[in-house]
Nanobody, 125 residues
């Protein structure tokens, strides 16, 4: 297991940018595939992005492709989500999560074993 703490959320105008950060504890962080999910009011938590343990593979939900970038700095035990060209529909609580070791990323909630507490992102028009 790994402890995760997100930060960087806030209120931003449509078209603006935010960078979310996720700080992880534990020596095994470097071997975990990581992901970002989000949950809007009244909706289920949905997959946003994943990055493989090596950082060599990333993938995104179609609605954020070309606008969001996931990255990691394993030396610092950090995962980031750079969000550009934000839209109102990106408003949600964003969660960082850790999945299984090694492999090439993870997409379903069931694959993730550790979750952060979430950080609110609100995009205004």
């Amino acid at each position: 297991q790994v402890q995760l703490v997100e930060s960087g959320g806030g209120l931003v105008q449509a078209g603006g940018s935010l960078r979310l950060s996720c700080a992880a504890s534990g020596r095994t962080f470097v071997s975990y595939n990581m992901g970002w999910f989000r949950q809007a009011p009244g909706k289920e938590r949905e997959f946003v992005a994943t990055i493989s343990w090596s950082g060599g593979m990333t993938d995104y939900v179609d609605s954020v492709k070309g606008r969001f970038t996931i990255s990691r700095d394993s030396a610092k035990n950090m995962v980031y989500l750079q969000m550009n060209s934000l839209k109102r529909e990106d408003t949600a609580v964003y969660y960082c999560a850790a999945a299984g070791r090694y492999g090439s990323g993870a997409y379903s909630r069931e694959e993730y074993h550790s979750w952060g507490q979430g950080t609110q992102v609100t995009v205004s028009s």
